[in-house]
């Protein structure tokens, strides 16, 4: 069975850092683009970052330059490395996972950009 | 960036019901859209994707459509457990975005 488990999350102070973990099993880590995905409390969700199989990483606007997405495939782990945090970035964050793996054809590597499995999310509050 | 719309925000619906959402993406973004369900306390749960594929497990009365830039999620014979918020994604380019959400309500 395929599973992604969040963990690290919980309180910190504004300005603070954080490390989020994801276990992946189930599934060959190590062929797969990785997301995560944060949803603040009542609000929709937002795309965080996403890392290649091969390590390199994108972010959005509202997080670059402060979190760090990096995996470990000999772990089948993902990380967020979250830093200079604000009250803004609290949210449940999630780990997901494309349904297919990764693909390459002519020189050029393919992710699905669309997620499933999810896992249940870690839930970081910034509040001093 | 990406900017996707949804509407409406909610729709109240009884069960039986045909329920329609539109998401609209501020630039082409031919077939790379994505439908998600989520319930409370949930993770979101992929429905469509490449705008009109159908997930694997998910039910036949959820149907998508669209390209470019106008897209839809249409619930035939809305179920008691249907009852939740959908979002549309746009995986076309970075950052990823998604609309707003759209809540379904029992009527």
């Known amino acids: 069975e395929v599973q992604l488990l969040e963990s690290g999350g919980g309180l910190v102070q504004p300005g603070g850092s954080l490390r989020l973990s994801c276990s992946a099993s189930?599934?060959?880590?190590?062929?797969?683009?990785m997301s995560w995905v944060r949803q603040a409390p009542g609000m929709g969700l937002e795309w965080v970052s996403a890392?290649?199989?091969?390590?390199?990483?994108d972010y959005a606007d509202s997080v670059k330059g402060r979190f760090m997405i990096s995996r470990d495939n000999s772990k089948n782990t993902l990380y967020l490395q979250m830093s200079s945090l604000r009250a803004e970035d609290t949210a449940v964050y999630y780990c997901a996972r494309p349904p297919r793996p990764t693909y390459c054809s002519g020189g050029s590597c393919y992710s699905d950009g669309w997620f499933d499995p999810w896992g249940r999310g870690t839930l970081v509050t910034v509040s001093s | 960036d990406i900017q996707m719309t949804q509407s409406p925000s909610s729709v109240s619906a009884s069960v039986g019901d045909r329920v329609t959402i539109t998401c609209r993406a501020s630039q082409v973004i031919n077939t790379w859209l994505a439908w998600y369900q989520q319930k409370p306390g949930k993770a979101p749960k992929l429905l469509i994707y490449?705008?009109?594929t159908l997930q694997s497990g998910v039910p036949s009365r959820f149907s998508g459509g669209g390209s470019g830039t106008d897209f839809t999620l249409t619930i035939n014979s809305l179920q008691p457990e249907d009852f939740a918020i959908y979002y549309c994604q746009q995986a076309n380019s970075f950052p990823f975005t998604f609309g707003p959400g759209t809540k379904v309500t029992f009527k």
């Open positions: 490449a705008a009109s």
């Open positions: 890392i290649s199989p091969g390590g390199s990483p």
């Open positions: 189930g599934f060959t880590f190590s062929s797969y683009a």
